[in-house]
């Protein structure tokens, strides 16, 4: 149980265009998903929260109108790079929590997204 | 604010040696804990977690165990494998009933030779 899908796995696209990732959790319904940028050999940087049915909370010096994050249903959030450019290539993982998760505070990450631009 | 520091990496052991991973943690409250695996390429794994002071978390012979006198959450394991090269990050979360934003470690880079 606890599944995080990730669409695509990779994706390489053209400086200027915009890529929208999906995040779905496939076997469990998640109010809270969490989007995150690693950089290579350094840790996962929060990008933002994303509540279902609510905008999503970004973190300090991550610019929403750059990346859009849109989370409409319980399984689903996804997070569209606009305009993208060489500097936004990077590995994007998204997590979820599990709405009837009590207890332990526990995150199952998708397996991440590969984001090239050329 | 909470924070996770971690051992710096890489860590370069020979099959079947001994593998401890440093962690020692900074929090409020009384924070839940956890080990990730991230194989090459791929997104993160949860290894093992712990939630309360002297709990041994415990997963394919990987063991951390909650010490609140110490504020560690060392990894161990007994016998690595050369499947075990991964990058490794310690985390902690806030207590039930708290904002859950989780910290993370930096990560520490574990390359096991044959």
């Known amino acids: 149980g606890a599944v995080v899908s990730q669409h695509p796995s990779r994706v390489i696209c053209k400086s200027g265009t915009s890529v929208k990732i999906e995040c779905r959790s496939l076997?469990?319904?998640?109010?809270?998903m969490f989007w995150y940028r690693q950089f290579p050999k350094k840790s996962l940087m929060l990008m933002a929260t994303s509540n279902e049915g609510s905008k999503a909370t970004y973190e300090q010096g991550v610019e929403k109108d750059k990346f859009l994050i849109n989370h409409a249903s319980l399984t689903l959030s996804t997070l569209t790079v606009t305009s993208a450019h060489p500097e936004d290539s990077s590995f994007y993982i998204c997590?979820?929590?599990?709405?009837?998760?009590?207890?332990?505070?526990?995150?199952?990450f998708g397996p991440g997204t590969r984001l090239t631009v050329l | 604010g909470d924070s996770v520091t971690q051992m710096e990496g890489p860590v370069t052991l020979s099959e079947e040696a001994f593998l401890t991973i440093n962690c020692t943690y900074t929090?409020?409250?009384?924070?839940?804990l956890f080990w990730y695996v991230q194989y090459p390429g791929e997104g993160l794994q949860l290894l093992l977690k712990a939630t309360k002071a002297d709990d041994k978390g415990s997963n394919k012979g990987f063991e951390a165990t909650y010490r609140k006198e110490t504020t560690s959450f060392h990894l161990e394991k007994g016998s690595v494998q050369v499947s075990d090269s991964a990058v490794y990050f310690c985390?902690?979360?806030?207590?039930?009933?708290?904002?859950?934003?989780?910290?993370f470690g930096r990560g520490t880079s574990l390359i096991v030779h044959p």
């Open positions: 997590s979820a929590r599990d709405k009837m998760g009590q207890g332990v505070n526990e995150q199952f």
């Open positions: 076997d469990f319904q998640a109010t809270t």
């Open positions: 929090a409020t409250g009384y924070p839940s």
């Open positions: 985390a902690l979360s806030d207590p039930p009933g708290g904002s859950y934003i989780p910290t």
